[in-house]
């Protein structure tokens, strides 16, 4: 079972940065996308970026360059730095892994959902 820890979160100012980190405990597969959703209260949980074991990212338009999501692949540890942030930026953020062994012709999700961490950015 892969257990998932989201932290970095907190409260800053408008324009200020954060770096969240969610590391990823268990067996993942070599194959695998680790990602980036948030939500706020009184809507769903959205994508916000993700990166696959290879490197390769995706980002929802939104965005427009202010986040940037890495990895630490050895440790199975996913980041999202977060540069000039707005209010709008506030919300709860959670870690996603999905993987694919070798056998399968379809990536999996791994892990439930994890507590999330809060990032509150004020005026």
């Known amino acids: 079972q892969v257990q998932l820890v989201e932290s970095g979160g907190g409260l800053v100012q408008a324009g200020g940065s954060l770096r969240l980190s969610c590391a990823a405990s268990?067996?993942?597969?070599?194959?695998?996308?680790m990602a980036w959703y948030r939500q706020t209260p009184g809507k769903q949980r959205d994508l916000v970026a993700s990166?696959?074991?290879?490197?390769?990212?995706h980002y929802v338009a939104y965005v427009k360059g202010r986040l940037t999501i890495s990895r630490n692949g050895a440790k199975n540890t996913v980041y999202l730095q977060m540069i000039s942030l707005k209010p709008e930026d506030s919300a709860v953020y959670y870690c996603?892994?999905?993987?694919?062994?070798?056998?399968?012709?379809?990536?999996?999700?791994?892990?439930?959902w994890g507590q999330g961490t809060q990032v509150t950015v004020s005026s």
């Open positions: 990166i696959t074991n290879s490197g390769s990212t």
């Open positions: 996603y892994v999905s993987g694919r062994s070798r056998g399968s012709v379809a990536y999996s999700r791994l892990a439930d």
């Open positions: 268990g067996n993942i597969f070599d194959d695998n996308v």
